[in-house]
């Protein structure tokens, strides 16, 4: 009896559990993925005929100066892939709250042509910021970022860094920060 017993409870808890397992990936989650594609492949492989499949069509891009529209902030993608061709992105830390994603990153490539306001200097750049993300219907439906623009002048030379305790001015990394 006990034997009985102990294997309905078995297949009562397997039972129980079976929906927990067929449930599809929280609404967080999706936007998680959908957020780490955009960054990998849209931005980081140069995929960026894709640029307006991750995103609302009202999308608005908000900045400190004032906020861009998807066609505005595609360009600006389009900029930055110019200046810097070779340039790939890595997902460090994503978290995500309600309709919010915040995905923190690096991106690093060579800057070989003029764009972003830069001449071609042929300089490595590595440069890492943070990207807030709200959701609506799984796409991107508006963004702030965090990053520093006064890191990427100082790394292709046109703004001289200040003079550590040594005297030296301080290096940058320049190999890929996710294969150290």
């Not at 309600?98 to 042929?122: E, F, K, R, S, Y």
């Not at 790394?155 to 040594?166: F, S």
């Amino acid at each position: 009896m006990q034997k009985k017993c102990a294997f309905v409870l078995s297949l009562l808890v397997v039972a129980m559990t079976l929906p927990c397992q067929a449930q599809p990936a929280s609404e967080q989650e999706k936007n998680k993925t959908v957020a780490r594609t955009f960054f990998e492949e849209v931005l980081g492989q140069g995929k960026l005929e894709r640029y307006s499949d991750f995103h609302a069509a009202d999308f608005v891009a908000h900045s400190a100066e004032r906020d861009y529209t998807l066609a505005e902030d595609m360009a600006m993608a389009r900029e930055e892939r110019t200046a810097m061709p070779d340039m790939q992105f890595a997902v460090k830390h994503m978290v995500a709250e309600g309709d919010l994603v915040v995905v923190h990153w690096t991106a690093w490539g060579t800057n070989t042509q003029p764009g972003m306001g830069l001449p071609a200097t042929g300089k490595p750049i590595n440069v890492s910021g943070m990207t807030l993300f709200r959701f609506r219907a799984g796409k991107i439906s508006e963004e702030w970022n965090a990053w520093s623009m006064l890191s990427v002048l100082k790394q292709v030379g046109l703004l001289c860094p200040p003079k550590g305790p040594t005297g030296q001015e301080p290096k940058f990394p320049t190999q890929d920060p996710t294969n150290p």
